[in-house]
């Protein structure tokens, strides 16, 4: 087994069965909620912003295994940091699970974001990865109340 294969295997597991900042929040600033036809993914991601930083986020709701890892591995890599740093984030775990970046050359800059690079050989689920990302994207962009990847 590879060691991305591996560790796809672990986050996956891990995140499910204890997903980090999973559950409501009280006065958000922002709270989108995402949804994703295909799969039946549907989440609400709680974010608490201070000057441009991520000073807290949270999710709740269902979906498959992977769009709930990824919801919870988002919530851990994006809390404290800046919206610029986000997006950042977003941009490259975008560009990851398309195959556009190798994510074996980039492993400890992704950290468990890596993971999911297994994801960019079934373009179904890409969706699924990207959920919660997109939904992020949207509640640090704009004051919209709902997302979905269609
Ligand atoms: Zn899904």
């Not at 769009?67 to 919530?75: D, F, G, R, Y």
Request: proline content about 3%.
């Amino acid at each position: 087994m590879t060691a991305l294969r591996e560790l796809y295997q672990e986050v996956i597991l891990d995140h499910n069965k204890s997903p980090r900042n999973y559950g409501r929040m009280e006065n958000p600033d922002r709270k989108i909620d995402g949804y994703n036809p295909l799969c039946g993914d549907h989440f609400t991601l709680f974010v608490k912003l201070d000057g441009g930083i991520i000073k807290d986020i949270s999710f709740d709701g269902a979906g498959c295994a992977i769009s709930k890892a990824s919801a919870s591995v988002m919530s851990a890599a994006v809390k404290g940091k800046t919206i610029a740093e986000a997006e950042e984030l977003f941009k490259q775990f975008h560009a990851l699970v398309k195959g556009e970046i190798d994510a074996s050359e980039n492993l400890e800059e992704l950290g468990r974001l890596a993971a999911f690079s297994g994801v960019s050989e079934y373009p179904a689920r890409v969706k699924c990865a990207t959920l919660a990302w997109h939904t992020l994207h949207t509640a640090l962009t704009s004051t919209e109340y709902r997302t979905s990847t269609e």
